[in-house]
């Protein structure tokens, strides 16, 4: 059985010891290691697979020339697309089955930056002293285990060894026992969500799967709809149930979960047959409540939990909404159909529910219709969204558009 080969991305003029103390547990747990070494300002004390000066001149500068740069932000972006291409090219052979880095911001900048090149599935494992804060940035929409390294990565120590060796052994546990893709002939469906949209979610996936399709689901909080249009634009997803437009809300009025200004407009501009539901427009995601009151405030709101306040949106942030939505459907030249629940957007937008405004629907709607320039494909439900005639509703627009 031939070894799993790992690519350990690290800065080895400062890290050679902790990099050097990971490749040994690779190795004497049966692996192949790759070491790249793209620090920039000293030179690796030990021998590496792909040098630093081979880094820099992928990423189109001399070593010599990027230290020169005189800002270390703009030399690591250099050093940062040099290593990128070369992984992108042992992607391309299948040279290696899994990624491994250590650092702290400049080191975990540049690690789980070469991991987002990596395919979804790929074992990445990132070791850092940042893991214990907002990964969002880091992680971006790829399936990177972020290790908390507690102490800094600066020499081996008793509390180091125990971390370094436990990430070393997850990637080793991950690369070792990796299955290959298992294909499947269902066709596949995705679906945009949030737990306040659950139960129609969860209704219409049972519906879908007693069908025979596989059905994706997306957690809409920023990351999770900015993953899904990407893998809208690369797989062959057969449909797409956008049951959760909050993120366009986040974007455009200053909510956390945002997922950039193309959210909603990739399957619609890709041709593929589309629902699109106006699911928990009716709030925008905060933080603690003190901050969010300041944020947004003369606002009705619900503290989700200590860390998540959500406030209601206005009728003029509705509006605005479905005139984007309005614009991207123009646009799409491929079949879609807009279901509107006008009995509220999500759990929280209920009769009983702590931000229900009854007259939010109607105003999407009126907005909708002198934006939209077929209405003909736009169906307005006496049904909340989480009520079973609505979701049941979505399943027949969707077979209607389905070949």
Known sequence: ?????????????????????????????????????????????????????????????????????????????????????????????????????????????????????????????????????????????????????VCDLSGLNRFSRKILHNGAMALYGMVSRSRKDISSDKSMIFISTLGTTEKCVQEIRASLEKQGKEVVVFHTVGSGGRAMEELIASEPVEALVDLSLHEMADHRFGGDYDAGPDRGSVALKK?????????????????????????????????????????????????????????????????????????????????????HDPQAPTCFVKALESQLSDTSRMHTLPYHINDSGFSAAVIEKLQELLP
């Open 1 to 149: 059985m031939q070894k799993p080969s790992v690519l350990l991305v690290a800065t080895m003029d400062t890290k050679f010891r902790e990099a050097g103390f990971i490749e040994s547990c690779l190795k004497e747990s049966g692996c192949a290691v790759k070491v790249m070494d793209a620090g920039i300002r000293g030179d690796s004390p030990v021998p590496v697979t792909i040098t630093r000066h081979e880094v820099a001149r992928a990423g189109g500068k001399t070593l010599s020339e990027i230290q020169s740069i005189g800002h270390e932000g703009e030399a690591l972006n250099m050093m940062l697309m040099g290593a990128c291409r070369i992984a992108d090219e042992m992607i391309a052979k299948g040279a290696v089955s899994g990624v491994i880095s250590l650092g702290g911001s400049m080191g975990t900048t540049l690690g789980t930056g070469v991991m987002r090149r990596f395919p979804i599935g790929v074992p990445k494992v990132m070791i850092s002293t940042m893991a214990s804060r907002d990964t969002r940035t880091f992680v971006g929409t790829k399936d990177i285990l972020m290790l908390h390294a």
């Open 271 to 355: 041709g593929i047959p589309v629902v699109l539901v106006p699911g928990n427009i009716d709030f925008l995601v905060s933080g603690p409540l003190e901050q969010s009151l300041k944020d947004f405030p003369d606002r009705p709101y619900h503290v989700h939990n200590t860390a998540i306040t959500v406030v209601r949106t206005t009728r003029e942030e509705i509006e605005s909404i479905a005139r984007h939505v309005g614009d991207y459907c123009n646009a799409a030249p491929g079949p879609y159909t807009l279901v509107i629940p006008m009995k509220g957007f999500s759990a929280f937008d209920a009769i009983e529910g702590p931000l």
